[in-house]
């Protein structure tokens, strides 16, 4: 079975400190990994992809196959991140996405 | 260029009603996407339209959930009978159908209320 975990639901840092967003996964094949971000009053959009291996605003994640897990990465958080943030996997030869439940990001100033 | 549009933005409907929930893809977008998204958590696969075909319609949850794509373009998500259960913002996505998995453009959902 497909299944995307993020175990935390808030996540709360200061301006300018490192944030960490835990994904984990669980999936028999080969996944591709992505994140997806909803600013407030916005709509659902990709953020990063694991295939890209690109930086977006700063942010980068790793898939790390042994430990199952794709991680999101920023060393300075601005407040302008504060938002969900979804992590999704779709498996090999699929289309669809299967959702992790989503950490809100919060930066204070 | 139109993003994906959905209507209408909220439905408040009674328990045992039929709703219907229409999705207008980005122009040229061959896949589409249904998706729903209980309060607190992610969104919740439904089903993929390639064309005018489901090409996958694993994650209805019953038979009281139907989609159709007559034109290989708007969508219309249909639940008959509706329980309270099935309160949730429905999401809508498209994308090209590049051979890979494509990037997915979501419209800004349907929050369907059933009282």
């Known amino acids: 079975a497909q299944r995307v975990t993020q175990p935390e639901k808030l996540l709360s840092v200061f301006k300018g400190a490192p944030v960490e967003l835990k994904c984990n996964y669980s999936y028999s094949g080969s996944p591709e990994l992505f994140w997806y971000v909803q600013y407030s009053r916005q709509r659902l959009q990709l953020l990063l992809r694991?295939?890209s291996r690109e930086s977006i605003k700063g942010f980068t994640a790793d898939l790390n196959k042994g430990e199952t897990s794709f991680h999101l990465k920023k060393p300075f958080a601005q407040e302008e991140d504060s938002a969900m943030y979804y992590c999704?996997?779709?498996?090999?030869?699929?289309?669809?996405?299967?959702f992790g439940q989503g950490t809100r990001l919060t930066i204070n100033p | 260029g139109a993003g994906v549009s959905q209507t209408p933005s909220n439905k408040v409907t009674e328990k045992g009603k039929y709703v219907e929930l229409r999705c207008d893809p980005i122009?040229?977008?061959?896949?589409l996407y249904w998706y729903r998204q209980s309060l607190g958590q992610g969104p919740e696969f439904l089903i993929y339209?390639?064309?005018?075909?489901?090409?996958?319609d694993s994650g209805l949850p019953n038979d009281r959930f139907f989609a159709v794509r007559p034109e290989g373009s708007v969508s219309t998500l249909k639940i008959q009978r509706t329980e309270r259960g099935d309160s949730a913002v429905y999401l809508c996505?498209?994308?090209?159908?590049?051979?890979?998995?494509?990037?997915?453009?979501f419209g800004p959902g349907t929050r369907l209320t059933v009282l």
């Open positions: 694991h295939i």
């Open positions: 996505a498209s994308s090209l159908n590049s051979g890979g998995v494509d990037e997915q453009f």
């Open positions: 999704a996997l779709s498996g090999w030869g699929a289309q669809k996405l299967v």
């Open positions: 339209f390639q064309g005018t075909g489901a090409a996958d």
């Open positions: 122009s040229g977008h061959t896949a």
